[in-house]
């Protein structure tokens, strides 16, 4: 049986230029990236240390955790001049 999957919610700060992720399941979670897929480097290893140090999960556990990251991009069409 598979075990939970935790949701990760990262949006693009346009003024900043980076994907930023933060988490209702995953406590403590707020980290950013230049590019979704550095940001996903990132998750790697920050979702099982942050659910191991919160006690969420056991160490052995957070390590084969899983997660999923639901993206968003608003982008704003600019005239060309």
């Known amino acids: 049986m598979a075990g939970k999957v935790y949701d990760v919610k990262a949006d693009w700060d346009d003024e900043a230029k980076v994907w930023c992720a933060t988490s209702d399941e995953v406590p403590g979670l707020a ?6 897929d550095g940001l996903v480097e990132k998750l790697r290893v920050l979702v099982p240390e942050l659910l191991e140090l919160n006690g969420v999960l056991s160490s052995e556990a957070a390590r084969l955790a899983s997660f999923r990251v639901c993206a968003e991009r608003v982008e704003v069409p600019r005239a060309v001049a």
């Open 31 to 36: 980290t950013e990236a230049g590019t979704l």
